[in-house]
């Protein structure tokens, strides 16, 4: 089992854009947290996939919004990219409890 | 958004020695978790905390749900050089469900020889 797994692993982008990250839960897992960590700093709840739909959401204006797809895996968009979106965005997945980190995919936004 | 107090931001220790970082919050948690993070990398779960006053150990790593359940403790004895890295704490309001993180502000621990 590879765990969690995201895509792609780096990325640039410039101001005003439109990004996708992607997230592929452990196996057996069904829930989809996303999670932003800017530098030096801890990660920040973004929300939470749960049978498709949004569970639960942190304090992320909409231009942040997600997606998870009847096999567990999932998405994150963020619209009209500005520079402090600039960051590392972490997919933990579970079944209950805690849950299990992927690597992460290092935005940055020029 | 919230993040919890993590202290020391960051300590310089000698291999051999231990190492006791704490994290309090003004809020209650009913799991209190600790991750560490190595550069590159997704946080990594040490220790999984679920009863205020629990103690619990993971080898060489002890943990302590603080009794108020508004702070938590972790402590590294005999450190080696693969404890460098970021140690973070997290408090989830709801034990055994998925609920969210709240994380702490970090302690970045590094060993030298």
């Known amino acids: 089992d590879a765990g969690v797994t995201q895509s792609p692993t780096h990325l640039i982008k410039t101001r005003g854009q439109q990004v996708t990250l992607r997230c592929s839960p452990k196996?057996?897992?069904?829930?989809v947290s996303w999670y932003q960590q800017a530098l030096g700093q801890g990660p920040q709840f973004i929300f939470q996939?749960?049978?498709?739909?949004?569970?639960q959401r942190g304090n992320f204006p909409d231009r942040f919004s997600g997606h998870q797809f009847p096999n567990y895996s999932s998405e994150l968009n963020v619209n009209a990219l500005l520079l402090g979106d600039s960051a590392l965005y972490l997919c933990?997945?579970?079944?209950?409890?805690?849950?299990?980190f992927g690597p992460g995919t290092r935005l940055t936004v020029l | 958004g919230q993040q919890l107090n993590q202290s020391p931001q960051s300590m310089f220790i000698q291999e051999g020695e231990d190492v006791s970082m704490n994290c309090t919050s003004s809020?209650?948690?009913?799991?209190w978790l600790w991750y560490k993070q190595d550069p590159g990398e997704g946080p990594v779960l040490l220790i999984a905390?679920?009863?205020?006053?629990e103690l619990t150990s993971n080898g060489r790593l002890t943990a302590q749900f603080g009794i108020t359940r508004k702070d938590s403790f972790l402590n590294i004895s005999a450190s080696i050089p693969s404890d460098v890295g970021i140690y973070f704490c997290?408090?989830?309001?709801?034990?055994?469900?998925?609920?969210?993180?709240?994380f702490g502000t970090g302690t970045r621990l590094q060993v030298t020889l």
């Open positions: 905390l679920y009863k205020a006053g």
């Open positions: 809020s209650i948690f009913n799991t």
């Open positions: 933990a997945s579970s079944s209950q409890g805690s849950g299990l």
């Open positions: 996939y749960y049978e498709e739909e949004e569970r």
């Open positions: 196996s057996g897992h069904d829930t």
């Open positions: 997290a408090g989830q309001p709801y034990t055994g469900t998925a609920s969210k993180l709240t």
